[in-house]
T-cell receptor
Framework: DAGVIQSPRHEVTEMGQEVTLRCKPI?????LFWYRQTMMRGLELLIY????????DSGMPEDRFSAKMPNASFSTLKIQPSEPRDSAVYFC????????????FGAGTRLSVL | TQLLEQSPQFLSIQEGENLTVYCNSS?????LQWYRQEPGEGPVLLVT?????EVKKLKRLTFQFGDARKDSSLHITAAQPGDTGLYLC????????FGTGTRLTIIP
């Protein structure tokens, strides 16, 4: 299996621009998680989905952030408009059904907002 | 959100030495996990501990879950450069935030 695939690996954009991060979970996994990692705050859970349905988005920092999962094999995290404080590494993880404690992470997208 | 504190934040030691890093919380966990993250990669699960007082070994790594299930430790024996990375602990619940981690560097 190819694992969780995230794209792009790196994104550099200017303040005010829209940014879309993409994630393809491991086939057959039914939960998907979006995290943000910074030196100051560590790894923070932003939102997670079960069977394509958002379950908890309380970690989403503000209305500029939105996430969708239109089908079992694809999810997006969008930031509009982006701000310099959004600069971080964004990770997607997926989990197989029935395996409460196991998450498999992608390699992340490093976002720099100038 | 339940908080997880890890210590030390940074640790740099010589190859061959032993070390212990810690994960603490005021909350009780049903289970706790340790992950290792290498530069440019996502975290990779090392172990899950479930029972208070449980000890699990993974080659030179020994994981212990506190009796009260509020804390955990990771002990590495005879550290090697390949052990370098960010070690993260996490409670066994989607709502829990990962600890800020211990950044470990093993000097050859």
């Amino acid at each position: 299996d190819a694992g969780v695939i995230q794209s792009p690996r790196h994104e550099v954009t200017e303040m005010g621009q829209e940014v879309t991060l993409r994630c393809k979970p491991i086939s057959g996994h039914n939960s998907l998680f979006w995290y943000r990692q910074t030196m100051m705050r560590g790894l923070e859970l932003l939102i997670y989905f079960n069977n394509n349905v958002p379950i908890d988005d309380s970690g989403m920092p503000e209305d500029r952030f939105s996430a969708k999962m239109p089908n079992a094999s694809f999810s997006t995290l969008k930031i509009q408009p982006s701000e310099p404080r959004d600069s971080a590494v964004y990770f997607c993880a997926s989990r197989p059904g029935g395996a409460k404690n196991i998450q498999y992470f992608g390699a992340g997208t490093r976002l720099s907002v100038l | 959100t339940q908080l997880l504190e890890q210590s030390p934040q940074f640790l740099s030691i010589q190859e061959g030495e032993n070390l212990t890093v810690y994960c603490n919380s005021s909350s009780v966990f049903s289970s706790l996990q340790w992950y290792r993250q290498e530069p440019g990669e996502g975290p990779v699960l090392l172990v899950t501990v479930v029972t208070g007082g449980e000890v699990k070994k993974l080659k030179r790594l020994t994981f212990q879950f506190g009796d009260a299930r509020k804390d955990s430790s990771l002990h590495i024996t005879a550290a090697q450069p390949g052990d370098t990375g960010l070690y993260l602990c996490r409670g066994g619940n989607e709502k829990l935030t990962f600890g800020t981690g211990t950044r470990l560097t093993i000097i050859p």
